[in-house]
Antibody, heavy 123, light 108 residues
Framework: EVQLVQSGAEVKKPGESLRISCKGSGYSFTSYWISWVRQMPGKGLEWMGRIDPSDSYTNYSPSFQGHVTISADKSISTAYLQWSSLKASDTAMYYCARTHIVVVTAHWYFDLWGRGTLVTVSS | DIQMTQSPSSLSASVGDRVTITCQASQDISNYLNWYQQKPGKAPKLLIY???NLETGVPSRFSGSGSGTDFTFTISSLQPEDIATYYCQQYDNLPQVTFGQGTRLEIK
C-alpha cells in the first residue's frame, strides 16, 4: 500500500527540541519530494517547506526559514521535521505530503498525505 | 508574495445544488493551481491539479477551471459526503507556495 506514516502525537514544553517523522512506503521514496504543511488549531493550511529525498535539497517558506529544519534519510525512506527550541505558538497539526513533480512542465501537487502529527507545546 | 483570495469563506447549500468557489491570485500564476478537500479531523486530499485536471479516483462532479489570476472550483451536484473545507493552493514560484484561506461547505 502506498502511504505516508507519521510519528505519534507529542507534548512538549517551551524550549525543548523535537523531531517528528514521516515514513513513505509502497513507492520509490526518492522519486517524489516531501513537503511539510502546518495547520494551527481551527486554522488553514500553511506550506512550510520541502525536501528532495534523492539529494536532500530543501526549500523553505520565508515564514518558516530558520525556525525549523527539514531533513531526510533515503536509506529508510523517512523525512523529518525538527525544532531546536519549541514555542507555544508551534502548537499545531503537522502533515507531510508527497509532492508529485512533472519536471517537463514544472507542475507539482501534493498527491498523498500522512495522517498528521499533533504537536502540543505547553508549560 | 503572491496572495490568494478565496471566496466565500463559508457556504451553505442543499443536496443536489451546484456549488462554486473562487480563488483569485494577486498576480499571474498561469495554471499553477491545485484544489484540496479536507474533511473534519482528516488530512487534506487532492481533488484538482493544474487548475483543471481531475485527480484519479475523484468523482466527476468535481471540476476546476481558470488560468492567470482567476480560478473556479465547482461541485455540479452537491452530495452529503462533500461536507468539508476546500482549499486552493498556488505554487508559481518556489519558495512562495500559498494556500487560500479555505471555504467551509455545509449542508443546508
Amino acid at each position: 500500500e502506498v502511504q505516508l506514516v507519521q510519528s505519534g502525537a507529542e507534548v512538549k514544553k517551551p524550549g525543548e527540541s523535537l523531531r517528528i517523522s514521516c515514513k513513505g512506503s509502497g513507492y520509490s521514496f526518492t522519486s517524489y519530494w516531501i513537503s511539510w504543511v502546518r495547520q494551527m488549531p481551527g486554522k488553514g493550511l500553511e506550506w512550510m517547506g520541502r525536501i528532495d529525498p534523492s539529494d536532500s535539497y530543501t526549500n523553505y517558506s520565508p515564514s518558516f526559514q530558520g525556525h525549523v529544519t527539514i531533513s531526510a534519510d533515503k536509506s529508510i525512506s523517512t523525512a523529518y521535521l525538527q525544532w531546536s527550541s519549541l514555542k507555544a505558538s508551534d502548537t499545531a497539526m503537522y502533515y507531510c505530503a508527497r509532492t508529485h513533480i512533472v519536471v517537463v512542465t514544472a507542475h507539482w501537487y501534493f498527491d498523498l498525505w500522512g495522517r498528521g502529527t499533533l504537536v502540543t507545546v505547553s508549560s | 508574495d503572491i496572495q490568494m483570495t478565496q471566496s466565500p469563506s463559508s457556504l451553505s447549500a442543499s443536496v443536489g445544488d451546484r456549488v462554486t468557489i473562487t480563488c483569485q491570485a494577486s498576480q499571474d500564476i498561469s495554471n499553477y493551481l491545485n484544489w484540496y478537500q479536507q474533511k473534519p479531523g482528516k488530512a487534506p486530499k487532492l481533488l484538482i491539479y493544474d487548475a483543471s485536471n481531475l485527480e484519479t479516483g475523484v468523482p466527476s462532479r468535481f471540476s476546476g477551471s481558470g488560468s492567470g489570476t482567476d480560478f473556479t472550483f465547482t461541485i455540479s451536484s452537491l452530495q452529503p459526503e462533500d461536507i468539508a473545507t476546500y482549499y486552493c493552493q498556488q505554487y508559481d514560484n518556489l519558495p512562495q507556495v500559498t494556500f487560500g484561506q479555505g471555504t467551509r461547505l455545509e449542508i443546508k
